[in-house]
């Protein structure tokens, strides 16, 4: 499996990417966990504007078997959504980390970034 080292992540399985200024954030799920949820069909997120506070739920996923909910690494306001995935959500199984990505945030405290894991720690945690 693959855990980008430029990436922050959950024990809930979500990743963050920083932003070059810091202040906003790219939001989407591991590779460990859209291989967990198997094939991806449906993708929904709060809408644009909507403020929520750390693992707080900012939307599900759907797979084939399963729906499963979405957690906010961080607190902030839902910027934009990846459009996307409304057409192909699979992007999301073929590549988490890049095309399948799912919201943008505006932070709100930065120093919450600290509380997550680094690439390292979470793949020791999913083993």
């Known amino acids: 499996m693959d855990f980008p080292d430029d990436l922050y992540y959950t024990e809930d399985h979500e990743w963050l990417r920083l932003s070059d200024d810091g202040t ?3 939001v989407g799920i591991t590779d460990f966990a859209q291989g967990e949820l198997g ?3 449906f993708v929904e997120v709060e ?3 909507t403020p929520l506070g750390q693992d707080e739920v900012f939307g599900t996923v ?3 078997k399963t729906v499963s909910e979405l957690y906010m690494p961080v607190s ?3 910027k934009s959504f990846n459009e ?9 199984n073929d590549d988490p980390y890049n095309e399948g990505w799912m919201v943008t945030i505006a932070m709100e405290d930065a120093e919450e970034v600290e ?6 720690d979470y793949a020791a945690m999913v083993g």
């Open 62 to 64: 759907e797979a084939v």
């Open 76 to 78: 902030g306001t839902l």
């Open 115 to 120: 509380k997550l894991m680094s690439s390292e």
């Open 84 to 92: 996307e995935l409304e057409a192909t959500p699979e992007l999301v």
């Open 47 to 49: 809408p644009d504007g």
């Open 24 to 26: 906003t954030a790219t």
């Open 39 to 41: 094939d991806i069909v």
